[in-house]
């Protein structure tokens, strides 16, 4: 619990410091709203928390698999099989959802 609350402190003291770095005049094309609102930030942010459920996600296949194979030996490659599709539609939903957020945070070079 500990740790927790440091690393919100860490978090918070980083958000705060960050905001004079977005505190920038207007540039030749009109203010940069996109950069100023945080769209970048959270695109960021949300490709990470994206990346740190997907793995926690193959992580929790491979060991129910793993486990599954060590039970019953007799049907691991129907276990493998299954594992092998549960990965790639996880995958899939992955990298669409990291489109997505890079997409969000290329927004803001408009």
Known sequence: MKALHVVVMV??????TAAPAFAQGATENGPN???FSGLA???GLGAGLIM???GY?????GSA?????AR????????????IIIAALLEGATFFALLICLNM?????W
């Open 33 to 35: 709203s996109a950069v």
């Open 41 to 43: 930030i959270g695109a």
């Open 65 to 69: 698999a793993l486990e599954s194979m």
């Open 57 to 61: 996600g193959f992580g929790r296949i």
């Open 105 to 109: 945070g290329g927004a803001a070079k």
């Open 11 to 16: 978090l918070v003291v980083v958000l705060l």
């Open 52 to 54: 740190i459920g997907a």
């Open 72 to 83: 019953q030996p007799e049907i691991a490659n129907r276990i493998q099989v299954a594992m």
